[in-house]
């Protein structure tokens, strides 16, 4: 898994930031930052996540402990988009754009894995 993560990460430092610079050229700097933004809570999420996993998975209480940290995760995320977008410094868009875009890369790197492993 560890393999697979880092796999992601690189692959998303090299994308994300072509999409970010790509966008810039048709549109404001909002929607830019919006896609980096986008990504990189992609990125965080995955990566506590597999920390919480990896931690706490076959241990007393560890499905709770991780929904737990998922949740608080979740409302950070929540708090943190919210105070953005209302000081108007972020796109919507644009932010959807850097998630699914750090999503596609983490689906393929899923698929590839897990043929590797058949």
Known sequence: MERMIE???KQALIIIP???AI???FSEWR???SVLIGGIVFLVSLRSLA???KKYLGKAMGQQIIIGISTIKILLI???LATLATLKLINIIGLVLGFIT???ITVKEGFITARREI
């Open 23 to 25: 966008s810039f050229f």
């Open 51 to 53: 920390w919480a996993v």
């Open 7 to 9: 796999r992601i990460f």
């Open 78 to 80: 929540f708090l943190v």
């Open 18 to 20: 072509i999409v970010a």
């Open 31 to 33: 929607f830019p930052l």
């Open 102 to 104: 750090s999503l596609i």
